[in-house]
């Protein structure tokens, strides 16, 4: 049996986890060792990979980045996620707010010592990264355009300190990166209608709180249409292996998505449209195995024995 110490510790500590969404984190740090192992260091043995310490580094700093990032996003929206997530706003409200701010610099501090042991070029990459999370915690995410931007941008900045770390700046890279910020992007928006209620009482001055919903749906429509480009690129002028088949289902999936975008006036709608893109996201993260990776290096094998 429990005591009930025990049982409030064990709650914190899952509250702690619900505010750095550990799930999110998992997933991402799974899309960092396999888009390294099929996409940045195809020339590479899997394995090597995978034992590179200073890639580990490379992925533990930036997974304790983002979770401080959660944290003092957090922070800022405790008032916002109150309307808009009561439940799990509620949840998040058993670890103080004190204890956020100190677990959020305890972890960048611990990100920059350990992205200090790599080199002083990537300890300044991710305070950099630390300060533009902030910053847009603190001002961007008030603003249209602006802030929706900026957060996808800060979603695929992790994958981009690890291109550096491997210097291979192959043209496929970036049409992966293209279409992964594309789909955040529309993710982002989506989101802003999902929490209209929640900004319009806060003075979150995001695309459907300023200029209304169908203009946001217009943007979104737009933004959806833009995918078409580093789909094709990818399925035309680049050989990803058996990863053609996830790029022809996400088109389909996008097309039924704007048809039920179109249709959506109910928060609940905007919920189901933000869970569709979640599921493209993660979807393309484990069907990234399904490249073939011989054709980035011209024949060279992934796994040399």
Not at 16 to 28: E, K, T
Not at 87 to 109: I, P
Not at 190 to 209: F, S
Not at 238 to 245: I, L, R
Request: with cysteine.
């Amino acid at each position: 049996m429990f005591t009930r110490k025990t049982k409030l510790l064990l709650m914190k500590i899952f509250s702690l986890f619900s505010v750095v969404r550990g799930y999110n984190i998992l997933i991402i740090v799974i899309a960092q060792y396999l888009s390294s192992i099929f996409i940045l260091a195809p020339e590479r043995r899997a394995l090597d990979v995978i034992l590179d310490w200073r890639l580990f580094i490379l992925v533990i700093a930036s997974t304790l980045t983002i979770a401080s990032g959660y944290i003092i996003n957090n922070f800022y929206d405790s008032e916002k996620d109150l309307i808009n997530r009561p439940n799990k706003s509620m949840l998040d409200r058993l670890v103080s707010q004190q204890t956020k701010l100190k677990v959020y610099f305890g972890l960048n501090f611990l990100a920059a010592v350990l992205a200090l042991i790599i080199s002083f070029r990537a300890a300044m990459f991710f305070a950099v990264y630390i300060f533009l999370i902030w910053f847009y915690s603190h001002k961007l995410k008030k603003y249209p355009i602006i802030g929706n931007l900026t957060a996808s941008f800060l979603a695929v900045l992790p994958f981009f300190g690890i291109l550096l770390y491997f210097k291979n700046f192959y043209h496929v890279i970036f049409a992966h990166a293209t279409f992964l910020f594309l789909l955040i992007l529309i993710r982002e928006m989506i989101k802003d209608l999902e929490n209209i209620k929640g900004d319009v009482a806060n003075n979150y001055q995001t695309i459907p709180v300023r200029y209304g919903e169908k203009t946001s749906k217009k943007v979104i429509t737009v933004l959806t249409i833009s995918t078409i480009i580093p789909v094709y690129i990818l399925i035309e002028k680049f050989d990803v292996g058996y990863m053609d088949v996830y790029f022809y289902v996400a088109f389909l999936a996008l097309i039924a998505f704007l048809a039920k975008l179109w249709q959506s006036n109910l928060h609940s709608d905007y919920v189901h449209l933000h869970n569709v893109l979640k599921v493209l996201i993660v979807s393309g993260v484990f069907c990234i195995v399904l490249i073939n990776p011989m054709v980035l290096v011209h024949g060279r094998a992934i796994l040399r024995i």
